[in-house]
Protein backbone atom coordinates (compact mmCIF):
# COMPACT_ATOMS: atom_id res chain seq x y z
CA UNK A 1 0.00 0.00 0.00
CA UNK A 2 2.75 2.82 1.13
CA UNK A 3 4.68 1.55 -2.69
CA UNK A 4 0.95 2.41 -4.33
CA UNK A 5 0.91 5.60 -2.64
CA UNK A 6 4.61 6.55 -3.58
CA UNK A 7 3.53 6.28 -6.89
CA UNK A 8 0.91 8.11 -7.12
CA UNK A 9 2.29 10.81 -5.54
CA UNK A 10 5.18 10.29 -7.76
CA UNK A 11 2.55 10.47 -10.53
CA UNK A 12 0.65 13.65 -9.17
CA UNK A 13 3.77 15.32 -9.34
CA UNK A 14 4.42 14.66 -12.77
CA UNK A 15 1.19 15.89 -13.94
CA UNK A 16 1.58 19.02 -11.70
CA UNK A 17 4.36 19.59 -13.08
CA UNK A 18 3.12 19.10 -16.82
CA UNK A 19 0.36 21.48 -15.77
CA UNK A 20 2.77 24.16 -14.49
CA UNK A 21 5.98 23.92 -16.85
CA UNK A 22 5.53 26.54 -19.16
CA UNK A 23 6.64 25.75 -23.01
CA UNK A 24 9.77 27.50 -24.11
CA UNK A 25 11.00 26.71 -28.02
CA UNK A 26 14.94 26.99 -28.20
CA UNK A 27 15.37 27.21 -32.05
CA UNK A 28 17.50 24.84 -33.55
CA UNK A 29 20.64 24.64 -35.75
CA UNK A 30 19.08 24.90 -39.26
CA UNK A 31 21.00 24.34 -42.06
CA UNK A 32 21.73 26.91 -44.06
CA UNK A 33 20.60 29.48 -42.00
CA UNK A 34 17.94 31.70 -42.50
CA UNK A 35 18.99 35.76 -43.46
CA UNK A 36 15.97 37.02 -41.02
CA UNK A 37 13.86 35.90 -38.70
CA UNK A 38 12.03 36.58 -35.38
CA UNK A 39 10.51 34.27 -32.69
CA UNK A 40 8.35 34.07 -29.72
CA UNK A 41 9.61 31.24 -28.84
CA UNK A 42 6.91 31.13 -25.91
CA UNK A 43 3.51 30.65 -28.39
CA UNK A 44 3.76 26.68 -29.63
CA UNK A 45 2.28 26.43 -33.44
CA UNK A 46 1.12 22.65 -33.85
CA UNK A 47 1.36 21.21 -37.24
CA UNK A 48 -1.80 19.37 -37.36
CA UNK A 49 -4.96 18.84 -39.72
CA UNK A 50 -6.05 21.90 -37.29
CA UNK A 51 -3.55 24.35 -39.37
CA UNK A 52 -4.66 26.28 -42.52
CA UNK A 53 -1.56 26.29 -45.04
CA UNK A 54 -1.58 29.03 -47.16
CA UNK A 55 0.59 29.22 -50.54
CA UNK A 56 1.63 31.73 -52.88
CA UNK A 57 3.89 31.11 -55.47
CA UNK A 58 4.38 34.84 -57.35
CA UNK A 59 4.97 32.95 -60.60
CA UNK A 60 1.54 31.20 -60.81
CA UNK A 61 3.06 28.12 -60.04
CA UNK A 62 0.42 25.67 -57.81
CA UNK A 63 2.59 24.70 -54.71
CA UNK A 64 -0.22 23.69 -52.00
CA UNK A 65 0.05 20.24 -53.13
CA UNK A 66 3.13 19.73 -53.04
CA UNK A 67 3.07 21.20 -49.51
CA UNK A 68 0.51 19.34 -48.43
CA UNK A 69 2.24 16.04 -49.76
CA UNK A 70 5.26 16.58 -48.05
CA UNK A 71 3.90 17.74 -44.84
CA UNK A 72 1.89 14.96 -44.42
CA UNK A 73 4.87 12.87 -45.31
CA UNK A 74 7.33 14.40 -42.55
CA UNK A 75 4.39 15.59 -40.05
CA UNK A 76 2.66 13.00 -38.76
CA UNK A 77 0.67 12.10 -41.76
CA UNK A 78 -2.06 14.34 -40.89
CA UNK A 79 -4.42 15.51 -43.48
CA UNK A 80 -3.35 19.07 -44.01
CA UNK A 81 -5.33 21.73 -45.82
CA UNK A 82 -3.40 24.22 -48.00
CA UNK A 83 -4.88 26.87 -50.53
CA UNK A 84 -2.58 28.44 -53.49
CA UNK A 85 -3.12 32.38 -52.64
CA UNK A 86 -2.12 35.17 -54.14
CA UNK A 87 -0.24 37.62 -52.44
CA UNK A 88 2.66 40.00 -52.80
CA UNK A 89 6.14 38.76 -52.99
CA UNK A 90 7.51 42.23 -53.29
CA UNK A 91 8.93 42.08 -50.38
CA UNK A 92 10.99 39.01 -50.73
CA UNK A 93 14.66 39.25 -50.97
CA UNK A 94 16.32 39.38 -54.79
CA UNK A 95 16.01 36.55 -56.40
CA UNK A 96 13.88 33.62 -57.95
CA UNK A 97 14.84 31.19 -54.67
CA UNK A 98 13.86 33.73 -51.80
CA UNK A 99 10.91 32.93 -49.81
CA UNK A 100 9.69 33.96 -46.66
CA UNK A 101 7.81 31.14 -43.89
CA UNK A 102 5.66 32.34 -40.90
CA UNK A 103 3.94 30.46 -37.81
CA UNK A 104 1.11 31.39 -36.07
CA UNK A 105 -1.51 29.32 -33.95
CA UNK A 106 -3.48 27.70 -36.55
CA UNK A 107 -2.14 29.06 -39.17
CA UNK A 108 1.40 28.89 -41.92
CA UNK A 109 1.81 31.23 -44.64
CA UNK A 110 4.57 30.33 -47.45
CA UNK A 111 5.38 32.99 -49.97
CA UNK A 112 8.18 32.59 -52.94
CA UNK A 113 8.64 34.26 -56.22
CA UNK A 114 8.87 30.60 -58.23
CA UNK A 115 8.63 27.00 -56.39
CA UNK A 116 12.16 27.14 -56.12
CA UNK A 117 11.26 29.04 -53.00
CA UNK A 118 8.09 27.11 -52.21
CA UNK A 119 10.56 23.96 -51.56
CA UNK A 120 13.56 25.82 -49.47
CA UNK A 121 10.41 27.01 -47.45
CA UNK A 122 9.47 23.48 -47.18
CA UNK A 123 13.00 22.38 -46.23
CA UNK A 124 13.88 25.16 -43.15
CA UNK A 125 10.06 24.52 -41.73
CA UNK A 126 11.12 20.43 -41.75
CA UNK A 127 14.36 21.85 -39.87
CA UNK A 128 12.72 23.67 -36.98
CA UNK A 129 9.92 21.63 -36.25
CA UNK A 130 10.01 19.36 -32.97
CA UNK A 131 8.28 16.20 -32.07
CA UNK A 132 5.08 17.02 -29.78
CA UNK A 133 6.46 16.01 -25.78
CA UNK A 134 4.13 13.16 -24.34
CA UNK A 135 3.32 11.02 -27.06
CA UNK A 136 3.74 7.43 -27.42
CA UNK A 137 4.19 5.79 -30.65
CA UNK A 138 2.04 8.65 -32.89
CA UNK A 139 3.77 11.59 -33.75
CA UNK A 140 2.88 15.22 -33.85
CA UNK A 141 5.30 18.08 -34.83
CA UNK A 142 5.02 22.20 -33.19
CA UNK A 143 7.32 24.97 -33.91
CA UNK A 144 7.19 28.24 -32.18
CA UNK A 145 5.46 31.79 -33.97
CA UNK A 146 8.00 32.55 -35.87
CA UNK A 147 8.65 34.88 -39.39
CA UNK A 148 11.38 33.67 -41.41
CA UNK A 149 12.81 35.83 -44.89
CA UNK A 150 15.44 34.24 -46.72
CA UNK A 151 16.88 33.76 -50.16
CA UNK A 152 20.88 32.51 -51.41
CA UNK A 153 23.73 34.59 -52.27
CA UNK A 154 24.86 31.94 -54.96
CA UNK A 155 22.62 30.90 -57.76
CA UNK A 156 24.86 27.67 -58.53
CA UNK A 157 25.34 25.67 -55.42
CA UNK A 158 26.24 21.72 -56.35
CA UNK A 159 27.64 18.85 -54.17
CA UNK A 160 29.82 16.09 -56.40
CA UNK A 161 28.91 12.64 -55.04
CA UNK A 162 30.39 9.68 -56.22
CA UNK A 163 28.60 6.31 -57.00
CA UNK A 164 31.15 3.45 -56.20
CA UNK A 165 30.56 0.27 -56.12
CA UNK A 166 30.86 -0.01 -52.39
CA UNK A 167 27.54 2.47 -52.13
CA UNK A 168 24.43 1.23 -52.46
CA UNK A 169 21.33 2.96 -54.31
CA UNK A 170 19.77 3.85 -51.23
CA UNK A 171 23.31 5.64 -49.57
CA UNK A 172 23.37 7.88 -53.00
CA UNK A 173 19.56 8.56 -53.38
CA UNK A 174 19.96 9.52 -49.20
CA UNK A 175 22.92 11.51 -50.08
CA UNK A 176 21.29 13.56 -52.98
CA UNK A 177 18.11 14.11 -50.69
CA UNK A 178 20.42 15.19 -48.20
CA UNK A 179 21.59 17.83 -50.49
CA UNK A 180 18.56 18.80 -51.27
CA UNK A 181 17.76 19.24 -47.61
CA UNK A 182 20.30 21.63 -47.37
CA UNK A 183 19.70 23.74 -50.12
CA UNK A 184 22.17 22.69 -53.10
CA UNK A 185 20.23 23.06 -56.20
CA UNK A 186 22.60 21.13 -58.19
CA UNK A 187 24.07 17.24 -57.68
CA UNK A 188 27.11 16.12 -59.86
CA UNK A 189 26.69 11.83 -59.60
CA UNK A 190 29.78 10.36 -60.75
CA UNK A 191 30.07 6.71 -61.76
CA UNK A 192 32.81 4.55 -60.46
CA UNK A 193 32.16 1.89 -62.94
CA UNK A 194 28.84 0.81 -61.94
CA UNK A 195 26.70 3.10 -64.50
CA UNK A 196 25.02 -0.74 -66.04
CA UNK A 197 25.12 0.92 -70.25
CA UNK A 198 22.42 -0.85 -72.18
CA UNK A 199 24.05 0.38 -75.33
CA UNK A 200 28.08 -1.04 -74.41
CA UNK A 201 27.23 -3.69 -71.58
CA UNK A 202 31.28 -4.34 -71.29
CA UNK A 203 31.45 -0.58 -69.24
CA UNK A 204 31.81 -0.78 -65.96
CA UNK A 205 31.45 -3.80 -63.18
CA UNK A 206 29.37 -6.22 -64.53
CA UNK A 207 27.07 -5.57 -60.81
CA UNK A 208 27.00 -1.93 -60.89
CA UNK A 209 23.66 -0.74 -59.81
CA UNK A 210 23.18 2.71 -61.43
CA UNK A 211 21.11 0.90 -64.16
CA UNK A 212 19.44 3.41 -66.72
CA UNK A 213 15.82 2.92 -64.82
CA UNK A 214 17.68 4.28 -61.19
CA UNK A 215 19.19 7.25 -63.04
CA UNK A 216 15.71 8.40 -64.40
CA UNK A 217 13.91 7.05 -60.85
CA UNK A 218 17.13 9.17 -59.17
CA UNK A 219 16.55 12.40 -61.50
CA UNK A 220 12.67 12.24 -60.40
CA UNK A 221 13.14 12.50 -57.20
CA UNK A 222 15.96 14.75 -56.80
CA UNK A 223 13.58 17.31 -59.32
CA UNK A 224 10.89 17.18 -56.73
CA UNK A 225 12.90 18.39 -54.30
CA UNK A 226 14.35 21.18 -56.38
CA UNK A 227 17.19 19.61 -57.42
CA UNK A 228 18.85 19.12 -60.69
CA UNK A 229 21.18 16.13 -61.46
CA UNK A 230 24.19 16.22 -63.30
CA UNK A 231 25.82 13.07 -64.89
CA UNK A 232 29.36 12.99 -64.64
CA UNK A 233 31.34 11.03 -67.08
CA UNK A 234 35.89 11.06 -67.35
CA UNK A 235 36.30 11.14 -71.03
CA UNK A 236 40.71 12.06 -70.57
CA UNK A 237 42.60 10.30 -67.77
CA UNK A 238 40.44 8.36 -64.71
CA UNK A 239 39.25 5.53 -67.45
CA UNK A 240 39.73 3.03 -65.20
CA UNK A 241 36.89 4.21 -63.56
CA UNK A 242 38.19 3.28 -60.34
CA UNK A 243 40.49 4.96 -57.62
CA UNK A 244 44.43 4.99 -58.79
CA UNK A 245 45.53 3.75 -55.59
CA UNK A 246 43.05 0.70 -55.68
CA UNK A 247 44.75 -1.11 -58.80
CA UNK A 248 41.54 -1.94 -60.02
CA UNK A 249 39.68 -1.27 -63.77
CA UNK A 250 36.27 -1.16 -64.14
CA UNK A 251 36.87 -3.00 -67.79
CA UNK A 252 40.18 -4.25 -68.09
CA UNK A 253 39.85 -6.72 -64.92
CA UNK A 254 37.43 -8.45 -66.94
CA UNK A 255 37.38 -7.15 -70.62
CA UNK A 256 40.92 -7.70 -71.63
CA UNK A 257 39.95 -7.53 -75.80
CA UNK A 258 38.92 -3.59 -74.43
CA UNK A 259 42.65 -3.15 -73.70
CA UNK A 260 43.06 -0.93 -76.88
CA UNK A 261 40.39 1.66 -76.22
CA UNK A 262 42.62 2.60 -73.23
CA UNK A 263 46.15 3.78 -72.77
CA UNK A 264 48.80 0.80 -71.92
CA UNK A 265 50.03 1.71 -68.55
CA UNK A 266 47.03 0.78 -65.73
CA UNK A 267 44.68 1.63 -68.92
CA UNK A 268 44.34 5.00 -67.09
CA UNK A 269 44.01 7.15 -70.00
CA UNK A 270 41.34 6.77 -73.07
CA UNK A 271 43.43 6.34 -75.99
CA UNK A 272 42.85 9.41 -77.74
CA UNK A 273 44.02 7.73 -81.41
CA UNK A 274 42.00 5.23 -81.02
CA UNK A 275 38.30 6.87 -82.93
CA UNK A 276 36.52 3.58 -81.55
CA UNK A 277 37.50 4.54 -78.22
CA UNK A 278 35.58 8.46 -78.92
CA UNK A 279 32.87 7.00 -80.06
CA UNK A 280 31.97 5.07 -77.23
CA UNK A 281 32.56 7.62 -74.89
CA UNK A 282 30.23 10.29 -76.76
CA UNK A 283 27.44 6.74 -76.90
CA UNK A 284 27.87 7.10 -72.91
CA UNK A 285 27.65 10.44 -72.28
CA UNK A 286 24.37 10.74 -74.97
CA UNK A 287 22.88 7.61 -72.47
CA UNK A 288 24.04 9.13 -69.46
CA UNK A 289 22.26 12.75 -70.36
CA UNK A 290 19.21 11.04 -71.80
CA UNK A 291 19.03 8.62 -68.04
CA UNK A 292 19.22 11.97 -66.09
CA UNK A 293 16.72 13.53 -67.74
CA UNK A 294 18.52 15.96 -69.89
CA UNK A 295 19.85 18.22 -67.69
CA UNK A 296 21.48 21.60 -68.69
CA UNK A 297 25.39 20.52 -67.62
CA UNK A 298 27.02 17.45 -67.97
CA UNK A 299 30.84 17.17 -66.55
CA UNK A 300 33.36 15.99 -68.64
CA UNK A 301 36.09 14.99 -66.15
CA UNK A 302 39.69 15.67 -67.69
CA UNK A 303 41.65 16.06 -64.62
CA UNK A 304 44.85 13.93 -63.29
CA UNK A 305 45.63 12.57 -66.65
CA UNK A 306 49.28 10.73 -67.70
CA UNK A 307 51.05 11.59 -70.33
CA UNK A 308 50.79 8.59 -73.29
CA UNK A 309 51.96 5.86 -73.16
CA UNK A 310 51.11 3.93 -76.46
CA UNK A 311 52.81 4.04 -79.95
CA UNK A 312 49.99 6.23 -81.78
CA UNK A 313 49.62 8.63 -78.85
CA UNK A 314 53.41 9.17 -78.91
CA UNK A 315 54.00 9.77 -82.44
CA UNK A 316 51.14 12.17 -82.93
CA UNK A 317 50.96 16.04 -81.79
CA UNK A 318 49.10 15.06 -77.98
CA UNK A 319 48.87 18.76 -77.65
CA UNK A 320 46.19 18.46 -81.03
CA UNK A 321 45.04 15.08 -80.39
CA UNK A 322 43.61 15.95 -77.18
CA UNK A 323 42.06 19.27 -78.33
CA UNK A 324 40.24 17.55 -81.13
CA UNK A 325 38.91 14.78 -78.70
CA UNK A 326 38.00 17.69 -76.22
CA UNK A 327 36.35 19.91 -78.34
CA UNK A 328 34.16 16.78 -80.47
CA UNK A 329 32.64 15.69 -77.34
CA UNK A 330 32.29 18.86 -75.47
CA UNK A 331 30.52 19.93 -79.25
CA UNK A 332 28.24 16.28 -79.04
CA UNK A 333 27.62 17.53 -75.54
CA UNK A 334 26.25 20.70 -76.71
CA UNK A 335 24.33 19.12 -79.16
CA UNK A 336 22.44 17.30 -76.34
CA UNK A 337 21.35 20.27 -74.99
CA UNK A 338 23.79 20.49 -72.04
CA UNK A 339 26.96 22.77 -71.17
CA UNK A 340 30.08 21.10 -70.38
CA UNK A 341 32.09 21.13 -67.67
CA UNK A 342 35.70 20.14 -66.91
CA UNK A 343 38.00 20.49 -63.99
CA UNK A 344 40.90 22.81 -64.56
CA UNK A 345 44.26 21.02 -63.28
CA UNK A 346 45.45 20.10 -66.76
CA UNK A 347 45.11 23.16 -68.31
CA UNK A 348 47.79 24.83 -65.63
CA UNK A 349 51.06 24.04 -66.21
CA UNK A 350 52.72 21.92 -63.56
CA UNK A 351 56.38 24.00 -62.24
CA UNK A 352 55.03 27.23 -63.54
CA UNK A 353 55.49 29.39 -60.75
CA UNK A 354 52.67 31.62 -60.91
CA UNK A 355 50.75 28.34 -59.59
CA UNK A 356 52.94 27.56 -56.75
CA UNK A 357 51.00 25.90 -53.86
CA UNK A 358 48.05 25.55 -56.11
CA UNK A 359 46.88 22.21 -58.32
CA UNK A 360 48.75 22.48 -61.96
CA UNK A 361 49.02 19.01 -63.12
CA UNK A 362 49.39 20.27 -67.01
CA UNK A 363 52.12 19.48 -69.51
CA UNK A 364 53.12 21.38 -72.40
CA UNK A 365 50.97 19.45 -74.52
CA UNK A 366 47.96 19.70 -72.26
CA UNK A 367 47.57 23.64 -71.48
CA UNK A 368 47.26 24.30 -75.22
CA UNK A 369 43.80 23.25 -74.79
CA UNK A 370 42.97 26.20 -73.21
CA UNK A 371 43.83 28.62 -76.28
CA UNK A 372 40.93 27.26 -78.15
CA UNK A 373 38.84 25.71 -75.34
CA UNK A 374 35.14 27.70 -75.87
CA UNK A 375 33.97 30.03 -73.79
CA UNK A 376 30.93 28.38 -72.77
CA UNK A 377 32.74 25.19 -71.15
CA UNK A 378 32.55 25.54 -67.27
CA UNK A 379 36.07 24.99 -65.38
CA UNK A 380 35.74 23.89 -62.15
CA UNK A 381 38.59 24.56 -60.33
CA UNK A 382 39.07 22.47 -57.29
CA UNK A 383 41.36 23.19 -54.09
CA UNK A 384 41.51 21.02 -50.94
CA UNK A 385 43.97 22.41 -48.75
CA UNK A 386 44.27 25.72 -45.97
CA UNK A 387 43.52 28.71 -47.57
CA UNK A 388 46.08 31.26 -49.07
CA UNK A 389 47.05 33.79 -46.75
CA UNK A 390 46.77 36.50 -49.13
CA UNK A 391 43.17 35.52 -49.93
CA UNK A 392 43.80 35.11 -53.71
CA UNK A 393 43.23 31.87 -55.68
CA UNK A 394 45.27 32.33 -58.67
CA UNK A 395 44.26 29.39 -61.15
CA UNK A 396 40.41 31.07 -60.03
CA UNK A 397 41.70 34.41 -61.28
CA UNK A 398 43.76 33.14 -64.22
CA UNK A 399 40.24 31.27 -65.47
CA UNK A 400 38.30 34.49 -64.99
CA UNK A 401 40.67 36.61 -66.66
CA UNK A 402 40.41 34.53 -69.77
CA UNK A 403 36.50 34.69 -70.08
CA UNK A 404 35.41 31.34 -68.38
CA UNK A 405 32.64 30.95 -66.32
CA UNK A 406 34.45 29.44 -62.80
CA UNK A 407 33.15 27.42 -59.93
CA UNK A 408 35.86 26.73 -56.74
CA UNK A 409 35.50 23.31 -55.87
CA UNK A 410 36.49 22.71 -52.38
CA UNK A 411 36.61 19.52 -50.53
CA UNK A 412 37.34 18.39 -46.67
CA UNK A 413 39.42 21.15 -45.17
CA UNK A 414 37.05 23.37 -42.94
CA UNK A 415 39.29 26.39 -43.72
CA UNK A 416 39.53 25.98 -47.36
CA UNK A 417 36.10 25.48 -47.65
CA UNK A 418 34.83 28.56 -45.57
CA UNK A 419 37.03 30.63 -47.68
CA UNK A 420 36.41 29.59 -51.22
CA UNK A 421 32.60 29.96 -50.72
CA UNK A 422 33.47 33.52 -49.01
CA UNK A 423 35.29 34.11 -52.24
CA UNK A 424 32.85 32.66 -54.84
CA UNK A 425 30.40 34.38 -52.86
CA UNK A 426 32.15 37.86 -53.23
CA UNK A 427 33.64 36.85 -56.66
CA UNK A 428 30.16 36.11 -58.39
CA UNK A 429 31.33 32.38 -58.83
CA UNK A 430 29.26 28.92 -57.85
CA UNK A 431 30.68 26.79 -55.69
CA UNK A 432 30.82 22.65 -56.42
CA UNK A 433 31.54 20.77 -52.47
CA UNK A 434 32.98 17.77 -53.23
CA UNK A 435 32.99 14.27 -51.06
CA UNK A 436 34.80 11.72 -52.76
CA UNK A 437 35.64 8.96 -50.67
CA UNK A 438 34.50 10.58 -47.53
CA UNK A 439 30.88 10.28 -49.02
CA UNK A 440 30.54 7.12 -46.34
CA UNK A 441 33.42 7.86 -43.85
CA UNK A 442 34.81 10.69 -41.71
CA UNK A 443 34.13 14.55 -42.60
CA UNK A 444 30.85 14.53 -44.45
CA UNK A 445 28.88 15.50 -41.22
CA UNK A 446 31.15 19.00 -41.94
CA UNK A 447 31.54 19.11 -45.81
CA UNK A 448 27.71 18.81 -46.11
CA UNK A 449 27.02 21.68 -43.46
CA UNK A 450 30.39 24.37 -44.37
CA UNK A 451 29.73 24.01 -48.24
CA UNK A 452 25.55 24.36 -47.88
CA UNK A 453 25.92 26.78 -45.58
CA UNK A 454 29.00 28.86 -47.29
CA UNK A 455 27.43 28.83 -50.79
CA UNK A 456 23.99 30.05 -49.70
CA UNK A 457 25.06 33.37 -47.90
CA UNK A 458 27.22 35.38 -45.94
CA UNK A 459 25.03 34.63 -42.38
CA UNK A 460 24.71 30.97 -43.05
CA UNK A 461 28.31 30.80 -42.89
CA UNK A 462 29.00 32.59 -39.90
CA UNK A 463 25.97 30.28 -37.88
CA UNK A 464 27.76 27.24 -38.79
CA UNK A 465 30.47 28.22 -37.62
CA UNK A 466 28.87 29.46 -34.36
CA UNK A 467 27.14 26.01 -34.20
CA UNK A 468 30.36 24.10 -34.62
CA UNK A 469 31.91 26.13 -31.43
CA UNK A 470 29.11 25.25 -29.41
CA UNK A 471 30.90 22.15 -28.43
CA UNK A 472 32.85 19.90 -30.25
CA UNK A 473 30.06 17.43 -31.45
CA UNK A 474 27.34 20.26 -32.00
CA UNK A 475 27.80 20.30 -35.79
CA UNK A 476 28.19 16.25 -36.20
CA UNK A 477 25.13 15.56 -34.04
CA UNK A 478 22.62 18.05 -36.08
CA UNK A 479 23.62 16.83 -39.17
CA UNK A 480 23.40 13.18 -37.45
CA UNK A 481 19.65 14.51 -36.52
CA UNK A 482 19.37 15.80 -40.16
CA UNK A 483 20.83 12.83 -41.94
CA UNK A 484 18.09 10.46 -39.55
CA UNK A 485 15.07 12.55 -41.36
CA UNK A 486 15.51 12.57 -44.22
CA UNK A 487 16.46 8.55 -43.99
CA UNK A 488 12.86 8.08 -43.54
CA UNK A 489 12.36 9.50 -46.74
CA UNK A 490 14.52 6.93 -48.39
CA UNK A 491 13.56 3.33 -49.57
CA UNK A 492 16.24 0.84 -48.57
CA UNK A 493 17.69 2.00 -46.02
CA UNK A 494 16.40 -0.28 -43.73
CA UNK A 495 19.44 -2.09 -42.88
CA UNK A 496 22.46 -1.79 -40.25
CA UNK A 497 25.05 -0.52 -43.28
CA UNK A 498 22.37 1.76 -44.47
CA UNK A 499 21.65 3.71 -41.29
CA UNK A 500 24.29 6.58 -40.01
CA UNK A 501 26.86 7.57 -42.55
CA UNK A 502 29.40 4.91 -42.12
CA UNK A 503 28.76 1.94 -43.33
CA UNK A 504 29.92 0.19 -39.84
CA UNK A 505 30.71 1.19 -36.47
CA UNK A 506 34.29 0.13 -36.38
CA UNK A 507 37.04 -0.59 -38.41
CA UNK A 508 36.95 3.33 -39.72
CA UNK A 509 40.05 5.46 -40.20
CA UNK A 510 39.97 9.08 -39.98
CA UNK A 511 42.85 8.86 -41.82
CA UNK A 512 41.76 7.12 -44.65
CA UNK A 513 41.58 10.06 -47.55
Not at 401 to 409: A, I, N, Q, S
Request: net charge neutral; with cysteine; hydrophobic share 40%.
Amino acid sequence: MKRLMVLASFCGCLAALGADSPWRFQWPAVIPAVAEKSVEATVPVRLDADLAVEVTCGDGAKGAAWVVAKMSAWFGGFAFRATDVAASVADLPAGDEAYALAAEPGKLFVRARTMKGVRWALMTLRQIAQPVRGTFGKLAYEVPKFTVRDAPETPFRALHLCAFPEVTISRLEHGIRMAAYYKFNYVIVESWGVFRSERHPWYGWADGRLTTAECRRLATVAKDLGVTLVPFFNIFGHATATRGKSGKNAILDTRPEYQGMFEPVAGFNWCLSNPAARQAICDLVGELHEAFGRPPYFHLGCDEADSPSCAACCAVDYGKLLADHVLAVADYVRRLGARPMIWHDMLVKEGDPRWKGFYAHGTDATVSLLDVLPKDVIICDWWYDDPPKDGKYPTLEHFREKGFTTLTCPWDNVAGIRSQCDYARRNGLGVIGTTWNHFTAYKIWEMYPYSAAGAWSETAARDVDAAAARYSTFLRDTFGTHWRQVGYDTPGVDRYSEFGYFTDQIGVSIHDK
